[in-house]
């Protein structure tokens, strides 16, 4: 199964590609952000099959107005042509610039109004004459802003962490209340979901990452977070996918100290990235392959380099790494102990050991996460005082005793 997942397009004057800016702001944009994206879709399918779902958590425009929508479908049409995809394959939930707050800026409107016109905030993503508005649903836009998809090989839950955002409010944190914790739980206790992948979509992100930034202040996690992390963990949950921050990073956390849970913090397709982090991240977006089941494989991280004008494997400087492996859940130490033998068969008196031979014929291996990778390089080094390098792509311990 293949997942792409792309976030955060802020269709607007934010956009850094004039493909996705319908104003005039847009001509002085860069124009291949998009063509370049088709033709690393293609390339992609070409080596390894079609995609199969396309997820989008939130922030498709950056107005909530129907050009940026317009716009949006344009865009959304090419990409599933590309992936010879139906729509139905494509699992979006809202995020709080998919909201339309002009109705409840004007400078007439009454405080006793102010819930009405609250009601027509997703007026403008509600509109039927654009493909968002069949793909958010109803029950994305109204209690309890829940939906589910089921598909043969995996279940998507997606929730709209902005449905209480208000243009008033200094921070726009995400939300859910225990109320719908506990209508999620009940919609989660009528589902069969046998073997099948499990997965959360929501925009808002469910704990509080590092800043990249001195000046980045950042308030916008999920309120109630907890609640939903330990009910997700409780039922297996194998993927939380979201957006809402900018920088991207993929964790693998263990909420209840019983099951693990992988989280795509997705970053932005094609936002303009603020000055102040510049280099240190870029426009990006994720194929999470799943290879085996129920959840084994990698996720690939792809970045756009402006000044190539396509679509690169991602790297240090874009904020996330360009392989992410996931479900290998081995103890790091028994691991080591299984590398030992082999650096034993191998023997010490070799200047150079490659470490992928000292990790040849090791189960799962390639599904071990780059944190527990990184703690058995570290243990290596330590347990036999060797030294790390490299040797073009290949890892290498370098035995500097005599």
């Known amino acids: 199964m293949k997942i792409l997942v792309i976030s955060d397009l802020h269709i607007g004057v934010r956009a850094r590609t004039k493909e996705l800016c319908p104003y005039p702001e847009g001509n002085s944009k860069d124009d291949k952000q998009v063509s370049s994206f088709l033709r690393a879709l293609k390339i992609y399918q070409d080596s390894n099959g079609n995609i199969d779902y396309l997820v989008i958590p939130g922030d498709v425009t950056h107005q909530s107005n129907l050009v940026e929508y317009d716009c949006g479908e344009v865009f959304l049409r090419k990409v599933l042509s590309e992936l010879h995809m139906e729509d139905t394959k494509v699992i979006f939930v809202p995020g709080n610039h998919d909201v339309d707050w002009s109705v409840l800026n004007g400078s007439t409107i009454q405080e006793n109004e102010r819930e009405l016109r609250k009601r027509h905030k997703y007026n403008t993503l509600k509109d039927p004459e654009h493909i968002f508005s069949r793909l958010s649903s109803s029950a994305l836009v109204a209690e309890p802003y829940i939906e589910k998809w089921e598909f043969n090989d995996v279940v998507y839950f997606g929730f709209n962490s902005s449905w209480h955002d208000d243009p008033l409010q200094k921070s726009h944190y995400g939300l859910i209340e225990l109320s719908q914790v506990a209508k999620l739980r009940e919609m989660l206790e009528l589902t069969v979901f046998e073997d099948k992948l499990k997965v959360f979509v929501v925009h808002h992100h469910v704990y509080q990452y590092t800043n990249p930034h001195p000046t980045w202040r950042e308030f916008s996690c999920i309120q109630n977070a907890q609640a939903l992390l330990d009910l997700l963990s409780e039922f297996d949950f194998h993927f939380v996918i979201h957006g809402h921050r900018h920088v991207p990073f993929f964790s693998v956390i263990n909420p209840n100290g019983t099951s693990t849970i992988n989280i795509l913090c997705s970053g932005s397709y094609s936002c303009e990235v603020p000055s102040e982090i510049a280099g240190a991240v870029g ?120």
């Open 283 to 402: 426009n990006l977006f994720h194929i999470i392959e799943v290879n085996e089941k129920p959840c084994k494989g990698k996720v690939l991280s792809f970045a756009y380099d402006p000044t190539l004008y396509e679509w690169i494997e991602s790297r240090d400087n874009h904020g996330i790494y360009f392989i992410n492996p996931f479900g290998n859940e081995t103890p790091v130490e028994k691991i080591l102990d299984q590398c030992s033998q082999n650096i034993e068969r191998i023997g010490l008196g070799e200047k150079v050991i490659f470490f992928d031979n000292v990790v040849s014929g090791i189960a799962d291996m390639e599904y071990l996460p780059n944190t527990k990778q990184e703690k058995l390089l570290k243990d290596i080094e330590d347990r036999y005082n060797l030294s790390r390098g490299t040797v073009g792509n290949r890892i290498i311990f370098v035995n500097e005793q005599e």
